[in-house]
């Protein structure tokens, strides 16, 4: 499936939509990979996976001021739209959404989407109106699109749940597809968050995924009661310091509420504040090739 030798920009909406129209009257298949800029090797692995699964490849660019409670944060979020579009055209994208704010969310914009179930607890609790403005703009941009596969990262796999709801619920012509987490040589998620953290900062942030590890660990072992997985990545995270823990959980990975009985496919998620910046981390219970892989980061941050 060979994409455009030049990706195309477009800046306004119906355009957006037009384009993706255009591409499916021709009969091809199209795949949409949502994203807020200051790409990584996470989006680089989404965009690789849309360019086998589809004919052409839409990539958005949006850094949507409705999921940030706090106007700082979203000041300090990275925007690179001239670099993003380099990293774009080499690899394989036909078209890059980068809309202005006043096109998303333009001058008496007063629609709200909230999707209820699964979003309360975690980082919802934790970033007021966080999941209610990701909800909005998702159904706005894949309402544009029409017709899709949407690529989603599990890093954020509440907001993942949440958007397949999202999905299902308003009956939206899209089929999500979530996409294995990828991380940094220490086991760090890829995030443009990682950029803001200085070098002791980002020493310290390996605790997140050491802690992963070790609760992957137990569960291998026979570990089955929620609250003690939860409490063993606790612990991991305590013990560096300046690292300000926001809450370790096992949850199902459907509805988000915590694990009963306790499985495989259950996740662990965590979330903590590195110096200023807030990270998050999780997997699923069962993922041995995540636990196998875990003694590498170990040996890279050794050896740094």
Same mark, same amino acid.
């Given at each position: 499936?060979?994409?455009?030798?030049?990706?195309?920009?477009?800046?306004?909406?119906?355009?957006?939509?037009?384009? #993706?129209?255009?591409?499916?009257?021709?009969?091809?298949?199209?795949?949409?990979?949502?994203?807020?800029?200051?790409?990584?090797?996470?989006?680089?692995? #989404?965009?690789?996976?849309?360019?086998?699964?589809? %004919? *052409?490849?839409?990539?958005?660019?949006?850094?949507?001021?409705?999921?940030?409670?706090?106007?700082?944060?979203?000041?300090?979020? $990275?925007?690179?739209?001239?670099?993003?579009?380099?990293?774009?055209?080499?690899?394989?994208? %036909?078209?890059? =959404?980068?809309?202005?704010?006043?096109?998303?969310?333009? +001058?008496? =914009?007063?629609?709200?989407?909230?999707? *209820?179930?699964?979003?309360?607890?975690?980082?919802?609790?934790?970033?007021?109106?966080? =999941?209610?403005?990701?909800?909005?703009?998702?159904? *706005?941009?894949?309402?544009?699109?029409?017709?899709?596969?949407?690529? =989603?990262?599990?890093?954020?796999?509440?907001?993942?749940?949440?958007? @397949?709801?999202?999905?299902?619920?308003?009956?939206? +012509?899209?089929?999500?597809?979530?996409?294995?987490?990828?991380?940094? +040589?220490?086991?760090? +998620?890829?995030?443009?968050?990682?950029?803001?953290?200085?070098?002791?900062?980002?020493?310290?942030?390996?605790?997140?995924?050491?802690?992963?590890?070790?609760?992957?660990?137990?569960?291998?072992?026979?570990?089955?009661?929620?609250?003690?997985?939860?409490?063993?990545?606790?612990?991991?995270?305590?013990?560096? $310091?300046?690292?300000?823990?926001?809450?370790?959980?096992?949850?199902?990975?459907?509805?988000?509420? $915590?694990?009963?009985?306790?499985?495989?496919?259950?996740?662990?998620?965590?979330?903590?504040?590195?110096?200023?910046?807030?990270?998050?981390?999780?997997?699923?219970?069962?993922? @041995?090739?995540?636990?196998? *892989?875990?003694?590498?980061?170990?040996?890279?941050?050794?050896?740094?």
């Amino acid at each position: 499936m060979a994409g455009a030798a030049r990706s195309e920009t477009v800046p306004r909406p119906l355009v957006f939509s037009r384009r #993706l129209g255009d591409w499916r009257a021709a009969g091809l298949s199209v795949g949409l990979v949502p994203t807020m800029g200051a790409l990584h090797d996470g989006h680089r692995a #989404l965009i690789a996976r849309a360019r086998r699964e589809n %004919d *052409r490849v839409a990539v958005s660019i949006f850094v949507n001021p409705l999921q940030f409670e706090d106007a700082e944060d979203l000041a300090a979020y $990275p925007r690179r739209l001239a670099a993003d579009r380099r990293v774009l055209e080499t690899v394989g994208a %036909d078209l890059c =959404f980068a809309p202005a704010a006043a096109a998303m969310v333009p +001058p008496g =914009f007063a629609t709200r989407v909230a999707v *209820r179930a699964g979003t309360g607890r975690w980082e919802g609790a934790g970033r007021s109106g966080h =999941f209610e403005g990701v909800a909005t703009i998702v159904a *706005r941009l894949l309402g544009l699109a029409g017709p899709v596969r949407a690529y =989603f990262g599990e890093k954020d796999a509440q907001q993942l749940a949440m958007v @397949r709801r999202l999905v299902l619920d308003l009956g939206l +012509p899209v089929r999500v597809v979530g996409c294995p987490t990828v991380r940094e +040589p220490d086991g760090l +998620p890829a995030s443009s968050r990682n950029r803001r953290l200085g070098a002791d900062a980002r020493r310290a942030a390996g605790c997140l995924p050491r802690a992963v590890a070790r609760t992957l660990t137990a569960f291998a072992a026979g570990e089955r009661v929620a609250e003690r997985l939860a409490a063993i990545a606790a612990a991991v995270v305590a013990l560096e $310091p300046g690292v300000q823990l926001a809450y370790t959980a096992v949850v199902d990975p459907h509805t988000f509420e $915590p694990a009963a009985a306790v499985g495989p496919d259950d996740r662990l998620v965590l979330a903590a504040r590195v110096a200023s910046v807030r990270l998050i981390d999780g997997a699923r219970l069962g993922d @041995r090739g995540l636990l196998a *892989r875990s003694a590498r980061w170990r040996e890279w941050a050794a050896a740094r």
